[in-house]
């Protein structure tokens, strides 16, 4: 004979199932889902069409990790007050990040281009082999307020890995072995 417990326990079963099935999709497609048009609002509004692009700053100066490591980072508000401490003191952003410097806080930037945890990208690896930010960042020279332009999913990678932008030199297409990107 069945009790009331078993045939509770036995519907259950296939519900938790497509609940745990469903969680995976939805998990994954928020992992993988096109990121194009991303714009986050900064703590302090930064132009990088003034920076980068009137000014002609080079995007390794505040984003100096990039040569050397997976991340770009995101810069410190000392490396903006290397310029602002003695540049645009009367502008609204400087005296937000002069307040920040004074109280020995640390801006807490968005960041745009953030890849789940599980994804392993090694900035400095595809600059030492020629790749220009704009491959990736788009021309954000020309942006008020940085936007991905990309999707930054895993098939746009794969794209570029097997089609890279330098289709002249095949030493350059990049490995599509799951573990390269996934560890």
């Excluded at 030492?128 to 999707?151: L, N, R, S, W």
Aim: glycine share 8%; proline share 5%; charged share 20%.
């Amino acid at each position: 004979m069945i009790d009331s417990d078993t045939v509770a326990t036995a519907a259950t079963v296939p519900g938790l199932i497509v609940l745990v099935v469903g969680a995976l999709v939805v998990g994954a497609a928020s992992c993988t889902g096109p990121r194009e048009g991303y714009s986050p609002e900064q703590p302090i509004a930064y132009s990088h069409e003034l920076h980068a692009g009137e000014l002609k700053m080079d995007c390794r100066y505040c984003h100096f990790e990039a040569d050397y490591g997976r991340h770009a980072g995101v810069p410190s508000t000392a490396i903006c007050m290397n310029c602002h401490s003695g540049v645009g003191q009367d502008k609204d952003g400087v005296i937000k990040l002069t307040k920040y410097w004074d109280e020995k806080r640390s801006i807490a930037w968005v960041k745009v281009y953030d890849l789940p945890d599980f994804v392993y990208f090694d900035h400095s690896r595809h600059l030492t082999k020629g790749f220009e930010c704009e491959i990736c960042h788009a021309y954000v020279e020309e942006m008020e307020q940085v936007t991905t332009v990309h999707d930054f999913n895993m098939g746009w990678c794969v794209d570029c890995h097997r089609n890279p932008e330098h289709p002249d030199d095949p030493t350059l297409q990049g490995s599509t072995d799951c573990t390269i990107c996934h560890r």
